[in-house]
T-cell receptor
Framework: GENVEQHPSTLSVQEGDSAVIKCTYS??????FPWYKQELGKGPQLIID?????GEKKDQRIAVTLNKTAKHFSLHITETQPEDSAVYFC????????????FGAGTRLFVKA | GAGVSQSPSNKVTEKGKDVELRCDPI?????LYWYRQSLGQGLEFLIY????????KSGLPSDRFSAERTGGSVSTLTIQRTQQEDSAVYLC?????????????FGPGTRLLVL
């Protein structure tokens, strides 16, 4: 069935360093890949997304890359700050055969000051 | 404007009891989604609504789970004869419409504990 795998499950970086989170998906029909940030006690919030017709997208300190051939996509956070500490989820969705978003298991990011 | 709201924020129940979880989407959003998040896990898709209809119920774990949406707004997720494995955070999200690329806005969730 449809599956999204996410690595690592936990990531600890020093403030100012970069953080990279990687995901792979199984359904080749997936064509939309959002990333969510979830802070403690809150619901996930969209931080960036990418469509299948684009290989890379950047928004200030956050960037996402997509390799459709390999079916993997990554989140890059540069110049990390303590407020970046949260759980990050990748997801994959498609519009054919019904609409469903499949989420990865999440990465807990710690940014040490 | 107001975001997605969910009630109750926390629910403790005894095994075997029924529970109802409520979701109020953002005004004007026609699509509504339910997810389940177990401790330390990702989000598990349960069901989504476009208007009042649910095109995809494939994520509901068993026939003890049901959801409805009336008036194209508020939705209720009902779990009958709760089991301990139902303990999780139940998240609701809404979007302007159901479709690829439509941003889903999440509520804070309902934390369900089945004793």
């Amino acid at each position: 069935g449809e599956n999204v795998e996410q690595h690592p499950s936990t990531l600890s970086v020093q403030e100012g360093d970069s953080a990279v989170i990687k995901c792979t998906y199984s359904d080749s029909a997936s064509n939309y890949f959002p990333w969510y940030k979830q802070e403690l006690g809150k619901g996930p919030q969209l931080i960036i997304d990418i469509r299948s017709n684009v290989g890379e997208k950047k928004d200030q300190r956050i960037a996402v890359t997509l390799n459709k051939t390999a079916k993997h996509f990554s989140l890059h956070i540069t110049e990390t700050q303590p407020e970046d500490s949260a759980v990050y989820f990748c997801a994959a969705s498609k519009g054919t055969g019904g609409f469903k978003t499949i989420f990865g298991a999440g990465t807990r990011l710690f940014v040490k000051a | 404007g107001a975001g997605v709201s969910q009630s109750p924020s926390n629910k403790v129940t005894e095994k075997g009891k029924d529970v109802e979880l409520r979701c109020d989407p953002i005004s004007g959003h026609t699509a509504l989604y339910w997810y389940r998040q177990s401790l330390g896990q990702g989000l598990e898709f349960l069901i989504y609504f476009q208007g009042n209809s649910a095109p995809d119920k494939s994520g509901l774990p068993s026939d003890r789970f049901s959801a409805e949406r009336t008036g194209g707004s508020v939705s209720t997720l009902t779990i009958q004869r709760t089991q301990q494995e139902d303990s999780a955070v139940y998240l609701c999200a809404s979007s302007l419409m159901a479709g690829v690329g439509e941003t889903q806005y999440f509520g804070p969730g309902t934390r369900l504990l089945v004793l």
